[in-house]
């Protein structure tokens, strides 16, 4: 069964530096989206992603994140400098159709550990 | 605006009992609800999906949810469970916004114990 596959599984980075996670979607999807877990809490929506532009942000997605697909196939999110409160458990996600009527396919998530 | 209220941030149930979990949702337009499942160290595996065909709805491992409109309900329900069915569960609806794109909503999840 296809997969989202998410690079790496764990991070661990000093306050203020740049972290890049990496996703790569199923090859068919359209839709690209992140979220995050911070830890004991529900799963947040980050950005979506489509036709290589930001569909939607949430208030969390300030000028410190951005997202790429930079080659067709990955699909990245950038955290220009961390801060603590970035500590969480990244999740990428795609879908085939708009509504997400399919379902999301969501990685295994990258576990962001902010020091 | 959509939202998603899970009732009950942790449940416990004996191993052969009946599991349910409960998802109550706000939505303007005619919703798109999941339920996803997440084990310890995982991510969100995909449960079972509601998209305006049949009520009730089966999913993976047992699980099955029906969408009562009039109650605004979507409960999780699995006749006897498991050991293996303990995991986080979350309930999500798909909420469509002004940019005419959608996105999911989640509820704050319920940890689910199985007890021997």
């Known amino acids: 069964e296809p997969e989202v596959t998410q690079t790496p599984s764990h991070q661990v980075t000093q306050m203020g530096q740049e972290v890049i996670l990496r996703c790569v979607p199923i090859s068919n999807h359209l839709y690209f989206y992140w979220y995050r877990q911070i830890l004991g809490q529900k799963v947040e929506f980050l950005v979506s992603f489509y036709n290589n532009e930001i569909s939607e942000k949430s208030e969390i997605f300030d000028d410190q994140f951005s997202v790429e697909r930079p080659d067709g196939s990955n699909f990245t999110l950038k955290i220009r400098s961390t801060k603590l409160e970035d500590s969480a458990m990244y999740f990428c996600?795609?879908?085939?159709?708009?509504?997400?009527?399919?379902?999301?396919?969501f990685g295994s998530g990258t576990r962001l550990t902010v020091v | 605006a959509q939202s998603v209220t899970q009732l009950g941030s942790h449940v416990s149930v004996s191993e052969g009992a009946l599991v349910l979990l409960r998802c109550n949702y706000s939505s303007s337009v005619p919703p798109y609800l999941f339920w996803y499942v997440q084990y310890p160290n995982q991510g969100l595996q995909l449960l079972l999906k509601y998209t305006s065909a049949a009520t009730l709805v089966k999913g993976i491992n047992g699980f099955e949810a029906e969408f009562k409109k009039s109650e605004t309900s979507f409960h999780l329900t699995k006749p006897s469970a498991h050991m293996s069915d303990a995991a986080e569960y979350f309930c999500?609806?798909?909420?469509?916004?002004?940019?005419?794109?959608?996105?999911?909503?989640f509820g704050t999840g319920t940890r689910l114990k199985v007890l021997a």
């Open positions: 996600a795609s879908s085939q159709f708009q509504q997400g009527a399919d379902g999301y396919t």
């Open positions: 999500a609806v798909s909420h469509p916004s002004t940019s005419g794109t959608y996105k999911y909503i």
